[in-house]
């Protein structure tokens, strides 16, 4: 006979706690379809709905998706009202859904599951093969990257550049976004400062086609210009001659390192200043510490940098110290005009690095 409540055997304990991973592992799959199926926003904006009406409103298989929603419920994600059983509906009666409080607490966090699931468990999939001698490098999704990472960026990088070009005049500045993901960096960037104007580059496909379309939306088309390219294809776009210009790359030179080479780096530095006098760049990258033990056993250097780490080590990107940074925009003849972390209350591992530079005096 199964008892439910009988006490756990010793193997079965170790076996719930071995495989807890394999869990976490689907958990994070269907939260992120939840959210990035629109089954989230319904659900926050018309609570209530039964299963049959979210499948049919979002094209799924209802008996597939009823079967999604029990599972949800089960990892306490989602919830039925029963009023209607209770009036003899029936043990099975789908009463409509709605997100438990649990849920409704993940809102500010869906950008981490788009770029961590959407854009890279493709990626952690591909770990076995990827890892063997002379394997190429995992593919990611690109567009979903780029748009997580320009969501998670309003909460630690957009404030950390914003405090940064505080230093800078604030009338007739431009900012150019190199690797500007869906824009969503950008165009915060320049809401937020109502005298800056805006060019994003960004080489991925799909991702300058919803740049432009998000600059199109919220009625920035005359100060955000968007076009699709590398970053060191800069030089090759018409930018801005009056005023003041900013690069900025934020989580973008790691990937040129990779693809390119350190002396492509270097030189799109250099150039850009040679082309643009009185220029400033402004960079943002991390400190590559996933051999600092007492580093990584910071809870958020558990939890979000140590995979972000790993998949990096199996991505066409490279991360490097925060000595290399250093070292590779003196020899670009860059001087570092102000530097600083993202608030300590979001993101207290000191791992990002904000630099603003300016070309050196000769």
């Known amino acids: 006979m199964n008892d439910a409540t009988a006490v756990p055997t010793d193997f079965e304990h170790r076996l719930v706690e071995a495989i807890q991973p394999i869990r976490h592992l689907a958990l994070a799959h269907a939260l992120y379809t939840m959210m990035d199926s629109g089954v989230y926003g319904t659900l926050t904006a018309e609570p209530g709905l039964t299963s049959a009406a979210l499948a049919e409103r979002h094209g799924f298989d209802a008996e597939r998706f009823a079967g ?9 994600y989602l919830a039925r009202r029963t ?15 709605h997100l438990t409080d649990k ?36 593919s990611r999704d690109g567009a979903k990257v780029g748009a997580g990472s320009c969501g998670m960026s309003m909460f630690d990088a957009l404030p950390l550049a914003d405090r940064l070009l505080d230093t800078l005049p604030g009338e007739g500045l431009t900012v150019v976004d190199l690797g500007c993901g869906d824009a969503a960096f950008l165009t915060e960037l320049v809401r937020r400062r109502p005298g800056l104007r ?15 379309e998000r600059v199109e939306a919220e009625g920035l088309s005359d100060r955000i210009t968007i076009h699709r390219g590398r970053a060191a294809d800069a030089a090759a776009f018409e ?57 990584m056993a910071h809870a ?63």
């Open 300 to 362: 958020l250097g558990l939890s979000y940098y140590n995979p972000y780490f790993l998949l990096h080590v199996i991505t066409e990107q490279r991360l490097e110290k925060r000595a290399f940074w250093d070292e590779l925009f003196d020899r670009a003849r860059l001087d570092v005009v102000d530097f600083a972390h993202p608030d300590v209350r979001v993101d207290s591992t000191a791992l990002e690095l904000g630099y603003l530079l300016a070309a050196r005096d000769t």
């Open 198 to 212: 805006g060019v994003g580059i960004e080489p991925d496909e799909v991702g300058s086609r919803l740049a432009a």
């Open 103 to 138: 849920a409704a607490a993940l809102a500010p966090f869906q950008p981490w599951y788009t770029l961590l699931v959407g854009g890279y468990a493709q990626t952690f999939g591909q770990l076995g093969d990827v890892l063997k001698k002379g394997a190429p490098f995992a």
């Open 83 to 97: 009023e209607g059983a209770d009036e003899g509906a029936g043990e099975g009666a789908d009463e409509g859904w």
């Open 68 to 76: 999604f929603c029990l599972y949800l419920a089960n990892e306490g």
């Open 239 to 295: 930018l801005p001659t009056d005023g003041t210009l900013c690069f900025l790359t934020a989580f973008v030179l790691q990937e040129m390192l990779e693809q390119e080479s350190e002396a492509a780096v270097e030189e799109l530095l250099r150039k850009t200043m040679e082309n643009h006098p009185g220029a400033h760049w402004l960079v943002i990258e991390v400190d590559h510490q996933l051999d600092d033990p007492g580093t």
